[in-house]
């Protein structure tokens, strides 16, 4: 979120609403390029490091990939919705807008956090934030107070 805030904080008001779509879509197409190579980079990179990965991969067949793209399919919209909120803050509230950035960092922190839990945290990390919202997911965590000054 944070580097596209960055790239976008400062063209995104200046782009008509078919420049903006064009933006999203760009950023959306990287998601099927992430789903079309899953496979590849576990077999060819993580796989030769991770026999539990190679053993999942034989016994799950598709589903781990399918597991994987929704994962990180649901954490980039995410993250552009994160992005599109920091990026309509008043410009001239930069305390507004980087505690905005914080609250993400936060959010990015608790995240990661579910993937060092549990089983059911882990199942979890994937789903998308409103769901972890609703679920109280990420109140439970009690991240901030543990990880972030």
């Not at 799950?60 to 954490?75: Q, V, Y």
């Not at 995240?111 to 199942?123: D, F, P």
Request: charged share 25%; hydrophobic share 40%; aromatic share 8%.
């Amino acid at each position: 979120m944070l580097a596209l805030d960055d790239v976008l904080h400062q063209e995104w008001p200046l782009l008509s609403v078919e420049q903006q779509r064009q933006r999203n879509a760009d950023y959306l197409a990287v998601n099927r390029v992430i789903e079309q190579t899953i496979d590849r980079v576990q077999d060819e990179v993580i796989a030769p490091y991770s026999a539990t990965l190679q053993l999942l991969d034989a016994v799950c067949g598709p589903f781990d990939e399918w597991c994987t793209a929704r994962l990180i399919r649901n954490r980039r919209n995410d993250v552009w919705r994160q992005a599109l909120a920091v990026m309509s803050l008043n410009d001239n509230d930069q305390e507004e807008h980087l505690t905005a950035r914080h609250q993400v960092d936060r959010l990015t922190l608790a995240r990661a956090y579910l993937l060092s839990g549990n089983l059911t945290e882990v199942r979890s990390f994937g789903y998308p934030l409103r769901w972890l919202k609703r679920l109280r997911l990420l109140q439970a965590i009690n991240i901030t107070r543990r990880y972030v000054c």
